[in-house]
T-cell receptor, first 113, second 114 residues
Framework: AQSVTQLGSHVSVSEGALVLLRCNYS??????LFWYVQYPNQGLQLLLKYTTGATLVKGINGFEAEFKKSETSFHLTKPSAHMSDAAEYFC???????????FGSGTRLSIRP | DGGITQSPKYLFRKEGQNVTLSCEQN?????MYWYRQDPGQGLRLIYYSQIVNDFQKGDIAEGYSVSREKKESFPLTVTSAQKNPTAFYLC?????????????FGEGSRLTVL
C-alpha cells in the first residue's frame, strides 16, 4: 500500500534561510507525489506535483521539490524563507487505484524574524 | 468563481446529536472526498465518491454517513455513534481518475462537541 512519512512535525527557520521539508514515500507503482500547503483554519492548496518526466518540479511561491527514486524521497525546498511561508505543509501520494490521495501527518513551518 | 463551498464554518453539537456538514462544488468534478483533520495526525479519509449514487468507505468511516444524489453535492453526517467527533472536516473534489490526481479543497468545517 502507498504511504508517506514526513520527518519532523515542526521546522523553524530564520527569514531568508533555506527551507527543507522532508518526505519519504512507499509505493508499489510509479508514484504520483504532491505537496500541499495549509494556512490556519483554511483548506489545503496544491504547491506542486510530480507525475512523470522531469524529476525537479517547481511550484508556486518559489518552492520546488525533487523526486529521487533511489532514495524514495520527495523533499520540498525553498532557497529563502519569507514570513508568509509560515503554514503547515503536507506531502501526499496517489493511491495505486488512482481513486484517492494519501497524506502524511504534516510539518508545521515557523519563520523567525 | 468555481470552487468548493463548505458550510457551516463552525458548528457546535451536544453529545448524542447527529449533525450534517454541507459540501457543494461547481467545478463539474466527478469525484468528491471527505477528510478529517486532527492535530499531529494529518488528513484521514472518511468517505469518497467517484460518481453520483455511489460512494466508498475510507479509513475511518465508522460513525459517519454520506450521500451523493447530485454531482455537485456530497453532504457528510456525523452520527451519535462517532465517539470523538470534535475535529476539522475538509471536503475536496477532483476530476474522476484524472491523471494528475490533484485535489481541490474547501475551507473546512470545524465541529465541536460540547
Amino acid at each position: 500500500a502507498q504511504s508517506v512519512t514526513q520527518l519532523g512535525s515542526h521546522v523553524s527557520v530564520s527569514e531568508g534561510a533555506l527551507v527543507l521539508l522532508r518526505c519519504n514515500y512507499s509505493s508499489s507503482v510509479p508514484p504520483y507525489l504532491f505537496w500541499y500547503v495549509q494556512y490556519p483554519n483554511q483548506g489545503l492548496q496544491l504547491l506542486l506535483k510530480y507525475t512523470t518526466g522531469a524529476t525537479l518540479v517547481k511550484g508556486i511561491n518559489g518552492f520546488e521539490a525533487e523526486f529521487k527514486k533511489s532514495e524514495t524521497s520527495f523533499h520540498l525546498t525553498k532557497p529563502s524563507a519569507h514570513m508568509s511561508d509560515a503554514a503547515e505543509y503536507f506531502c501526499a501520494v496517489r493511491d495505486s487505484s488512482a481513486s484517492k490521495i494519501i497524506f502524511g501527518s504534516g510539518t508545521r513551518l515557523s519563520i523567525r524574524p | 468563481d468555481g470552487g468548493i463551498t463548505q458550510s457551516p464554518k463552525y458548528l457546535f453539537r451536544k453529545e448524542g446529536q447527529n449533525v450534517t456538514l454541507s459540501c457543494e462544488q461547481n467545478l463539474n468534478h466527478d469525484a468528491m472526498y471527505w477528510y478529517r483533520q486532527d492535530p499531529g495526525q494529518g488528513l484521514r479519509l472518511i468517505y469518497y465518491s467517484q460518481i453520483v449514487n455511489d460512494f466508498q468507505k475510507g479509513d475511518i468511516a465508522e460513525g459517519y454517513s454520506v450521500s451523493r444524489e447530485k454531482k455537485e453535492s456530497f453532504p457528510l453526517t456525523v452520527t451519535s455513534a462517532q465517539k470523538n467527533p470534535t475535529a476539522f472536516y475538509l471536503c475536496a473534489s477532483s476530476p474522476r481518475r484524472a491523471d494528475t490526481g490533484e485535489l481541490f479543497f474547501g475551507e473546512g468545517s470545524r465541529l465541536t462537541v460540547l
